[in-house]
């Protein structure tokens, strides 16, 4: 099993920046990649980005360049810096992990852009 929590949203104006954490317990170790994704009132799950214990990245066209995911040095945290933000960004951002056999999910964490 594993769990994961969010943590780092908030209210921020367009332009600015915010970091987002998300931290994993349990069995760990059988973790090969983790990932951000978001949903806004209305609209369907979408990728933001994805890392692989190797340290290769993906990232949704639309965050590319502004967005950066990484993994702590124990490998059981993961980041979302998140940088020129846009009121498009506003949505609620979830953690995920995945493992030979499941996709994990956190309670998710609200990202609000305005001014």
């Known amino acids: 099993q594993v769990q994961l929590v969010e943590s780092g949203g908030g209210l921020v104006q367009p332009g600015g920046s915010l970091r987002l954490s998300c931290a994993a317990s349990g069995s760990i170790f059988s973790i090969y990649a983790m990932g951000w994704y978001r949903q806004a009132p209305g609209k369907q799950r979408e990728l933001v980005a994805t890392i692989t214990n190797d340290g290769s990245t993906n990232y949704a066209d639309s965050m590319k360049g502004r967005f950066t995911i990484s993994r702590g040095n124990a490998k059981n945290t993961v980041y979302l810096q998140m940088n020129s933000l846009k009121p498009e960004d506003t949505a609620v951002y979830y953690c995920?992990?995945?493992?030979?056999?499941?996709?994990?999910w956190g309670q998710g964490t609200q990202v609000t852009v305005s001014s």
């Open positions: 995920s992990a995945r493992d030979y056999e499941y996709d994990y």
